[in-house]
């Protein structure tokens, strides 16, 4: 690479450094140090959105053991607001935190990430964590979001064209194995159990990938687990299409059926 090469990709990385810092403020309004302490913290994206309710009247509560619980959902979560929503809940005294492992283990084939962007986001990510501690004395933290799903009442339509930008899934290992070190490190020093979920996708989306990329993926999530001592809450990789809204996302129905499941299996536990 020349130098005039190497000038401009860092100058395009300080840029993407600029925009990720950004977008990572805004995203961080909805976060509520207090919400996050609650027993039970759910991380994930649009498809924990609509699995699992912001909050729920039974007196069992989401696990069936009387505990309350907060949900954070931000669309296409990545994996560095992943791991900042991790520290951020275990210091904010949460027992129990459920992460979604989409964000820690493989890109949609229209969101994978060119090298620059890559090399950038982790450096964008340190850059913010230094501000936080400051935005926190300041009292600039601002409350969770408690909004909810708005179509778990639509009626399933599945997009071939939706299916054909997001796939083929591009695996990986987590990219800040360092970072996701220590915070599990805190976690069993502070007594905290993080469990990692796999939603489960629509039939046809599963049809889609093909049973031999269905079977890749569920041994690369199942050793993600693994590799990292962590428990997996993997319902069956694919549901019938009336579940959803679409090829991935819960309707009302999928959801009583998620929660269900979830409960059976932590108190099978």
Avoid: C
């Avoid at 020349?2 to 100058?11: D, F, Q, V």
């Avoid at 509520?32 to 729920?56: C, F, N």
């Avoid at 001592?229 to 009302?252: E, R, T």
Wanted: zero cysteines; a neutral charge.
């Amino acid at each position: 690479m020349t130098a005039g090469a190497l000038g401009r990709s860092w100058a395009l990385a300080s840029i993407l450094v600029a925009a990720t810092l950004i977008f990572l403020a805004r995203t961080e309004r909805w976060i509520d140090r207090e919400a996050l302490g609650r027993p039970v913290v759910v991380i994930g994206s649009s498809l924990l959105l609509h699995a699992v309710p912001a909050s729920l009247p039974e007196k069992g509560g989401l696990l069936g053991d009387g505990r309350g619980h907060t949900r954070v959902a931000i669309q296409q979560i990545s994996e560095e607001q992943t791991l900042s929503l991790l520290s951020q809940a275990m210091e904010a005294g949460a027992g129990t935190i459920f992460v979604e492992a989409n964000s820690l283990a493989f890109d949609f084939a229209h969101r994978r990430p060119p090298w620059i962007l890559q090399a950038s986001m982790g450096l964008a990510q340190r850059a913010y964590d230094l501000r936080r501690p400051i935005r926190w004395l300041l009292g600039r933290e601002a409350s969770l979001g408690r909004e909810e799903a708005q179509s778990l009442d639509a009626t399933s339509v599945i997009e071939p064209e939706a299916l054909k930008i997001s796939h083929p899934l591009h695996l990986r290992e987590p990219r800040q194995p360092g970072r996701l070190a220590g915070i599990l490190q805190e976690a069993r020093d502070r007594g905290v159990e993080i469990v990692l979920v796999v939603p489960p996708r629509a039939q046809t989306a599963a049809d889609h990938m093909g049973a031999e990329a269905q079977q890749t993926l569920q041994a690369h999530l199942a050793a993600l687990a693994g590799n990292w001592g962590l428990p997996l809450f993997a319902p069956a990789p694919a549901w019938p299409d009336s579940y959803f809204v679409d090829h991935a996302h819960m309707n009302a129905q999928g959801r009583a059926r998620f929660l269900a499941e979830i409960a059976q299996w932590w108190h099978d536990r």
